[in-house]
T-cell receptor
Framework: GAGVSQSPSNKVTEKGKDVELRCDPI?????LYWYRQSLGQGLEFLIY????????KSGLPSDRFSAERTGGSVSTLTIQRTQQEDSAVYLC????????????FGPGTRLTVT | DQQVKQNSPSLSVQEGRISILNCDYT??????FLWYKKYPAEGPTFLIS?????DKNEDGRFTVFLNKSAKHLSLHIVPSQPGDSAVYFC????????????FGTGTRLKVLA
């Protein structure tokens, strides 16, 4: 069956521009997570969705970062006024129900801010 | 400061031999540990877990060992196969059933045919 998909796979943007990253979770998965991996770092948790609501946004690094999820499915992570330190691979994951460590990850979006 | 450390960024092993990937952590409250495997251009996939009530968990060719007093865990792959070549991440958490794990930076394993 179809796994988690993310688009675009690569994004190069100029400093100061806004970007939107998209995640399509596995159909029927109620929980969705966003992570990022900066160069030389481990995966860093950003936000967790249960359905369309985000009970945990504690990992978002600044108010330039926001995310939404609609219809309990697709999620968009938006970064406003991008900075060079935002350059990273952004990973999305989903799990069948509730909080779980057994997550199914997408291939990620590599964001480069020039 | 990295709470979960994988000090070897890369490791090469001959096919058929044992691969040992190491992970150290600093937070004594961590009780739940995971290993994920990641192939190029793919997302990480869950491999194996262990909780602190055990010191060993085995799943086929993969065994994870936990030494709580040393704050150290290791993943053993026996025998190693070329298809095991990937980046391996360890992760740790202080809470059961949670998604909030602290991940290490990964070790790239290359199994030579």
């Amino acid at each position: 069956g179809a796994g988690v998909s993310q688009s675009p796979s690569n994004k190069v943007t100029e400093k100061g521009k806004d970007v939107e990253l998209r995640c399509d979770p596995i159909s029927g998965h109620t929980a969705l997570y966003w992570y990022r991996q900066s160069l030389g770092q481990g995966l860093e948790f950003l936000i967790y969705f249960q359905g369309n609501s985000a009970p945990d946004k504690s990992g978002l690094p600044s108010d330039r970062f926001s995310a939404e999820r609609t219809g309990g499915s697709v999620s968009t992570l938006t970064i406003q006024r991008t900075q060079q330190e935002d350059s990273a691979v952004y990973l999305c994951a989903s799990s069948p129900q509730g909080e779980s460590y057994e997550q199914y990850f997408g291939p990620g979006t590599r964001l480069t801010v020039t | 400061d990295q709470q979960v450390k994988q000090n070897s960024p890369s490791l090469s092993v001959q096919e058929g031999r044992i691969s040992i990937l190491n992970c150290d952590y600093t937070n004594s409250m961590f009780d739940y540990f995971l290993w994920y495997k990641k192939y190029p251009a793919e997302g990480p996939t869950f491999l194996i877990s262990i909780s602190s009530i055990k010191d060993k968990n085995e799943d086929g060719r993969f065994t994870v060992f936990l030494n709580k007093s040393a704050k150290h865990l290791s993943l053993h792959i026996v025998p190693s196969q070329p298809g095991d070549s990937a980046v391996y991440f360890c992760a740790a958490s202080a809470m059961a059933g949670t998604y909030k794990y602290i991940f290490g930076t990964g070790t790239r394993l290359k199994v030579l045919a």
